[in-house]
């Protein structure tokens, strides 16, 4: 194929020779080119963003942990949990190497941190990291994905659209989910008695919803209404306005 194409060049050259330099920058620049395959550049930009992905969200999840940290209910749950397993008076135990204050805080605070991730369940955006939520392990298991999806559809339409049968709590949550337009973590980080709430009123039936939607934006404009911020921002708005582009002419 190279040899081909190197022939056709040539025939080329021989018949505009008035190309010559045009001719010679654009064999040696191929010549010369780079010859990698797609296929790993591919896979090394996969690892590299999944990489990314991976530390991004340890960097999230233990912010997460160390804001739970800071709130009176769960520090005091958790130092509580601490003092029964006798991790605290551990923790102060001077032993061969004196401790300064400092270490002894440090040490009580990681002790604090570990217990609060081992009992408390973050739900969304700042879960712990799961690695087959990686791009690659996402790409790797898109077929089963697919399959999966395909054969979760059949039985879907199978059950409720052709036999008729009555939706239990799982899909009656689906839907109320994709009537809010919210990802799985998004829903998943929603309040148990707020779910309980949604099944109560029947959001998944199209026309609850719509009511329910209807009473949360009248309410978010009382709220807007009240709100000193926003009544500053329409003054202006009204005022004001946008900044506006005039032009002058000479």
Not at 28 to 35: F, G, I, N
Not at 87 to 106: H, M, Q, T, V, Y
Request: glycine content about 4%.
């Amino acid at each position: 194929m190279e040899d081909e194409e190197t022939r056709k060049d040539y025939d080329y050259m021989l018949d505009h020779p008035e190309e010559y330099y045009s001719h010679y920058y654009h064999y040696y620049s191929r010549r010369l080119a780079p010859k990698v395959d797609v296929r790993v550049v591919i896979l090394v930009t996969v690892c590299a963003i999944s990489m990314f992905q991976y530390f991004s969200w340890w960097n999230s999840y233990n912010k997460a942990i160390s804001y739970l940290a800071t709130v009176p209910k769960y520090r005091i749950q958790a130092t509580e949990i601490a003092k029964e397993q006798g991790l605290l008076k551990k923790a102060k135990e001077k032993g061969k190497n004196k401790k300064s204050k400092e270490e002894i805080r440090d040490e009580e605070e990681s002790i604090i941190k570990n217990i609060i991730k081992s009992k408390i369940d973050i739900k969304g955006g700042y879960q712990k990291p799961q690695v087959r939520d990686l791009l690659l392990f996402q790409v790797i298991l898109a077929p089963f994905h697919l399959c999966s999806y395909i054969a979760w559809y059949c039985r879907w339409v199978y059950n409720f659209n052709i036999r008729g049968r009555e939706y239990g709590e799982e899909e009656r949550l689906y839907l109320i989910r994709k009537s809010m337009k919210m990802s799985q973590s998004q829903f998943d980080s929603l309040e148990d008695h707020q779910k309980e709430t949604f099944l109560k009123r029947e959001l998944w039936i199209k026309e609850n919803y719509e009511v329910y939607k209807q009473e949360q934006d009248e309410e978010l404009k009382k709220k807007l209404a009240n709100d000193p911020r926003w009544k500053r921002y329409r003054r202006w708005m009204k005022n004001e306005g946008p900044g506006r582009l005039t032009f002058v002419d000479d």
